[in-house]
């Protein structure tokens, strides 16, 4: 293995432009004559609009273009959609609600757009926006979900009766309403899963460009999956035909699922550059980002947990209002479904379960995947169960999971997933040594001899990501499938390219993709150039999302390589006059194994092209392409333990020691993976103690800032413990799983369970600010 090669702390390539400021943002791009735009947004939660009069905007200095959703519709540009098909439980498929780019008829959330206005400057139209004058007739709003289903509640969408989008169940209700009939000890809970704003560093922005010479537009957009952006602008919405759009997502700043999705400003942005005859520009400022940015989270379940006379699980039952705001998003539907309730068997042996899931409109964001999608919730929902199951059993935590975990694999969960490869037991043996999980006693002591209150937590976690076989989830109402494509270049001078339909936005693909070439040819990293993010580059290609990069991206790129290597052997062993058998790679050189023989990488490469001597009917060149489609999902899991210190005083909690321990398969880069893991952990912790999006009654969104919505800092967070142990996945050639989304899944439940521990309570509510702990604490002294 070279020190370059797959398993080596390769320092990311990326980040001398990043860290030196030469990473080039949507923000940083400047087509000749572009223009910028702003909207005007519906400052009401729901209201209809009775008139829009634009005339005085028109006519303020360096307006360009005042546009509404009529003329829109008039062009005959598409409503957004959902494109993962949901059936309730009567067969009747999902309720999906009509999403106009810019809304003209109604608008159905704060910050639904009305009006974009096109001028030379910013300012400028900024400036015009608020001049336009709208006149709405304001409606009654409801922003809770549970709300939103009773008789009384506004009706948001004419399609969706009641305000219910779909009521799925998955599993077997009846083999669970007769464990939880037989049970020895029921655990019942209400979960409430509190909604996120992503607030990834880069706000969303979007350029677009109409070529009129040439009838053909170009996007420049934060997006994650480019080649998905193309085809739903194309096919669904009407914007332009896919062989004259090019879509462009260059160095984005973040994504955490917020930037998988189509949103209206892209559209928009395309469609006002050929209304105006100039090139477009958006960029949202943060308030634009919280108003409108998909948000995450937002259910509120019941669950009921079975068990017998032996502490074994026997069911679980779970019922689950999911808020998806004011309209259904790319990929909402699948999130508390398929996403969501496949996952309700955790690590656990559980013989029956049963899970109902309706999903609800209300007059707030709309909700879709962020980072964990669907998983955190399902995680914190079974591990916030199992730590109360425990302390009402009178068992421990650790041994009561221990009791029940699955040992034997494959195993094949009652709903849908079959795990593959784990091993649970060494990750939670693992997190318990690094914690001192037995000396903690003796911590809890010294801390109440300083006034504190001490509390450990654990949470057990698993998650179904590397999104996913193509013919599986497309039987589950996926509107595509999700392999992905690469496609290996070998210059004339023997450096190589990788064309990759993943998105790196911060993962670190130019570092680990190049790594795999490594360890494959040889040649160094800095020899290996990673592209993505371009329509008019890359083949079609799926994006980045779901953990899938490693596994289905990567997968992608070994099979390609595998195709390379082929002819690579075939064309050293006619230089060398060998047999194609007996060559191998190895440090740069293609050698004839057991002797000194050999022809440099480069060389091989020259002699491809040169063609000047290439075996017998043999094309020149070295250039290969695959596809790769996964077998199953893969199935990372872990082991997370966290400590924490309350002041009574102050309601004050300090997260005094995490330890995460993950099983992620083969690792690429150990480096890159713990900072994956720290970043997730970081954003667990933070929706467990202080993020918390809050509407108020009528609509209005109250965290729609940094000064309100608190995000985690330095300071609210300690130096992580983080290992990982290893069951390769059979499921793909190099036996990796997902880690980009775990610190994310995994930490919420072990910080709330830390807290209720140290408090000595069975439940509190995310975020456990200082004053809901505070007043936590007051509760169990009177």
Same mark, same amino acid.
């Given at each position: 293995?070279?020190?370059?090669?797959?398993?080596?702390?390769?320092?990311?390539?990326?980040?001398?432009?990043?860290?030196t400021?030469?990473?080039?943002?949507?923000?940083?791009?400047?087509?000749?004559?572009?223009?910028?735009?702003?909207?005007?947004?519906?400052?009401?939660?729901?209201?209809?609009?009775?008139?829009?009069?634009?005339?005085?905007?028109?006519?303020?200095p360096?307006?360009i273009?005042?546009?509404?959703?009529?003329?829109?519709?008039?062009d005959?540009?598409?409503?957004?959609?959902?494109?993962?098909?949901?059936?309730?439980?009567?067969?009747?498929?999902?309720?999906?609600?009509?999403?106009?780019?810019l809304a003209?008829?109604?608008?159905?959330?704060?910050?639904?757009?009305?009006?974009?206005?096109?001028?030379?400057?910013?300012g400028?139209?900024?400036?015009a926006?608020?001049?336009?004058?709208?006149?709405?007739?304001?409606?009654?709003?409801?922003?809770?979900?549970p709300?939103a289903?009773?008789?009384?509640?506004?009706?948001?969408h004419?399609?969706?009766?009641?305000?219910l989008?779909?009521?799925?169940?998955?599993?077997?209700?009846a083999?669970?309403?007769?464990a939880?009939?037989?049970a020895?000890?029921?655990?019942?809970?209400?979960?409430v899963n509190?909604?996120?704003?992503?607030?990834?560093?880069?706000?969303?922005?979007a350029?677009?460009?109409y070529?009129?010479?040439?009838?053909?537009?170009?996007?420049?957009?934060?997006?994650q999956?480019?080649?998905?952006?193309?085809?739903?602008?194309s096919?669904?919405?009407?914007?332009?035909?896919?062989?004259?759009?090019?879509?462009?997502?260059?160095?984005?700043?973040?994504?955490?699922?917020?930037?998988?999705?189509?949103?209206?400003?892209?559209?928009?942005?395309?469609?006002?550059?050929?209304?105006?005859?100039?090139?477009?520009k958006?960029?949202?400022?943060?308030?634009?980002?919280?108003?409108?940015?998909?948000?995450?989270?937002?259910?509120?379940?019941?669950?009921?947990?079975a068990?017998?006379?032996?502490?074994?699980?026997?069911?679980?039952?779970?019922?689950?209002?999911?808020?998806?705001?004011?309209?259904?998003?790319?990929?909402?539907?699948?999130?508390?479904?398929y996403?969501?309730?496949?996952?309700?068997?955790?690590?656990?042996?559980?013989?029956?379960?049963?899970?109902?899931?309706?999903?609800?409109?209300t007059?707030t964001?709309?909700?879709?995947?962020?980072?964990?999608?669907?998983?955190?919730?399902?995680?914190?929902?079974?591990?916030?169960?199992?730590?109360t199951?425990a302390?009402?059993?009178g068992?421990s935590?650790?041994?009561?999971?221990?009791?029940?975990?699955i040992?034997?694999f494959?195993?094949?969960?009652?709903?849908?997933?079959?795990?593959?490869?784990?091993?649970?037991? /060494?990750?939670?043996?693992? #997190?318990? $040594?690094? @914690?001192?999980?037995?000396?903690? +006693?003796?911590? %809890?002591?010294? &801390? !109440?001899?300083?006034g504190?209150l001490?509390?450990?937590?654990?949470?057990?976690?698993?998650?179904?990501?590397?999104?996913?076989?193509?013919?599986?989830?497309?039987?589950?109402?996926?509107?595509?499938?999700?392999?992905e494509?690469?496609?290996?270049?070998?210059?004339?001078?023997?450096?190589?390219?990788?064309?990759?339909g993943?998105?790196?936005?911060?993962?670190?693909?130019?570092?680990?993709?190049?790594?795999?070439?490594n360890?494959?040819?040889?040649?160094?990293?800095?020899?290996?150039?990673?592209v993505?993010?371009?329509?008019?580059?890359?083949?079609?290609?799926?994006?980045?999302?779901?953990?899938?990069?490693? /596994?289905?991206?990567?997968? #992608?790129? $070994?099979? @390609?390589?595998?195709?390379?290597? +082929?002819?690579? %052997?075939?064309? &050293? !062993?006619?230089?060398?006059?060998?047999?194609?058998?007996?060559?191998?790679?190895?440090?740069?050189?293609?050698?004839?194994?057991?002797?000194?023989?050999?022809?440099?990488?480069?060389?091989?490469?020259?002699?491809?092209y040169?063609a000047?001597?290439?075996?017998?009917?043999?094309?020149?060149?070295?250039?290969?392409?695959?596809?790769?489609?996964?077998?199953?999902?893969?199935?990372?899991?872990?082991?997370?333990?966290?400590?924490?210190?309350i002041?009574?005083?102050?309601?004050?909690t300090?997260?005094?020691?995490?330890?995460?321990?993950?099983?992620?398969?083969?690792?690429?880069?150990p480096?890159?993976?713990?900072?994956?893991?720290?970043?997730?952990?970081?954003?667990?912790?933070?929706?467990?103690?202080?993020?918390?999006?809050r509407y108020? &009654?009528?609509?209005?969104?109250l965290?729609?800032?940094?000064?309100?919505?608190?995000?985690?800092?330095?300071?609210?967070?300690?130096?992580?413990?983080?290992?990982?142990?290893?069951?390769?996945?059979?499921?793909n050639p190099?036996?990796?799983?997902?880690?980009?989304?775990?610190?994310?899944?995994?930490?919420?439940?072990?910080?709330?369970?830390?807290?209720?521990?140290a408090?000595?309570?069975?439940?509190?509510?995310?975020?456990?600010?200082?004053?809901?702990?505070?007043?936590?604490?007051?509760?169990t002294?009177?």
């Open positions: 293995m070279g020190i370059e090669g797959v398993g080596a702390r390769v320092a990311r390539k990326e980040d001398k432009r990043f860290i400021g030469a990473g080039r943002y949507v923000d940083d791009m400047v087509v000749p004559g572009m223009k910028h735009a702003a909207f005007v947004r519906s400052p009401h939660a729901h209201a209809e609009i009775k008139k829009i009069d634009v005339k005085k905007a028109q006519a303020m360096g307006v273009g005042v546009l509404t959703g009529k003329e829109l519709k008039a005959g540009i598409g409503n957004l959609i959902c494109g993962w098909m949901i059936h309730s439980k009567d067969g009747s498929p999902m309720k999906m609600g009509a999403w106009s780019p003209f008829d109604r608008v159905r959330y704060v910050g639904d757009a009305v009006v974009v206005v096109v001028a030379e400057t910013k400028q139209a900024r400036d926006a608020e001049a336009v004058d709208i006149a709405y007739e304001e409606l009654k709003a409801v922003v809770d979900a709300k289903l009773e008789r009384s509640a506004p009706q948001i004419p399609e969706a009766d009641g305000n989008i779909f009521d799925w169940e998955l599993g077997d209700s083999a669970t309403n007769a939880i009939k037989a020895a000890h029921i655990t019942r809970m209400k979960i509190n909604r996120l704003v992503p607030n990834a560093m880069e706000p969303r922005a350029l677009g460009h070529d009129k010479a040439e009838d053909h537009y170009t996007c420049w957009t934060t997006s999956n480019p080649h998905l952006a193309r085809l739903v602008m096919a669904f919405y009407n914007v332009a035909p896919e062989n004259k759009l090019r879509v462009i997502a260059p160095d984005v700043g973040g994504g955490f699922g917020s930037k998988i999705y189509i949103y209206p400003e892209e559209i928009i942005c395309l469609w006002a550059s050929k209304k105006t005859g100039v090139p477009v958006w960029v949202a400022d943060r308030t634009e980002s919280f108003l409108t940015d998909a948000h995450g989270r937002d259910h509120v379940s019941t669950v009921e947990m068990f017998d006379k032996d502490n074994r699980i026997t069911g679980l039952k779970v019922d689950t209002i999911a808020n998806l705001g004011a309209y259904m998003s790319l990929f909402s539907s699948c999130v508390p479904t996403l969501y309730a496949t996952l309700l068997s955790g690590q656990y042996d559980i013989p029956a379960i049963h899970a109902n899931v309706r999903a609800v409109y007059n964001a709309p909700v879709d995947a962020y980072r964990g999608a669907g998983r955190p919730e399902a995680t914190y929902l079974l591990e916030r169960t199992m730590e199951a302390r009402e059993l068992v935590p650790a041994e009561l999971r221990r009791k029940n975990f040992t034997s494959p195993h094949q969960t009652p709903v849908i997933m079959n795990y593959d490869a784990g091993d649970y037991a /060494a990750s939670l043996d693992a #997190a318990m $040594a690094a @914690a001192d999980y037995a000396g903690f +006693a003796q911590r %809890k002591a010294d &801390a !109440a001899n300083r504190k001490r509390g450990i937590g654990m949470s057990c976690y698993i998650e179904a990501c590397g999104l996913a076989p193509s013919a599986a989830v497309g039987s589950l109402g996926a509107g595509v499938g999700l392999w494509s690469a496609e290996v270049r070998v210059n004339a001078a023997g450096t190589i390219e990788v064309l990759t993943s998105h790196s936005h911060g993962q670190g693909h130019e570092t680990t993709f190049a790594q795999l070439v360890q494959r040819f040889g040649v160094p990293i800095d020899s290996v150039s990673i993505h993010g371009d329509t008019d580059k890359v083949q079609m290609g799926m994006g980045t999302y779901g953990s899938r990069s490693g /596994a289905v991206g990567m997968s #992608a790129v $070994a099979k @390609a390589l595998d195709k390379v290597e +082929a002819k690579a %052997k075939k064309i &050293a !062993a006619h230089l060398l006059e060998a047999d194609e058998g007996d060559i191998v790679i190895e440090n740069g050189a293609l050698k004839v194994a057991g002797t000194d023989k050999q022809v440099p990488w480069f060389q091989m490469a020259l002699a491809a040169t000047h001597n290439l075996p017998g009917g043999m094309e020149p060149g070295l250039k290969e392409t695959s596809f790769y489609d996964p077998s199953n999902f893969t199935f990372p899991a872990g082991c997370y333990v966290c400590e924490v210190e002041d009574p005083e102050t309601g004050v300090e997260v005094v020691q995490f330890v995460a321990a993950d099983d992620f398969g083969n690792i690429i880069n480096m890159i993976v713990e900072g994956q893991v720290h970043g997730g952990v970081a954003q667990g912790i933070g929706q467990a103690l202080l993020e918390g999006t108020d &009654a009528s609509g209005q969104l965290t729609a800032s940094y000064m309100d919505y608190a995000m985690p800092r330095a300071d609210d967070l300690p130096s992580f413990k983080v290992s990982t142990s290893n069951t390769p996945c059979p499921g190099l036996g990796i799983k997902g880690c980009g989304e775990a610190g994310a899944i995994g930490s919420p439940p072990a910080v709330i369970n830390a807290i209720t521990d408090i000595g309570i069975t439940d509190i509510a995310m975020p456990a600010s200082p004053s809901t702990v505070w007043a936590a604490i007051r509760a002294k009177h």
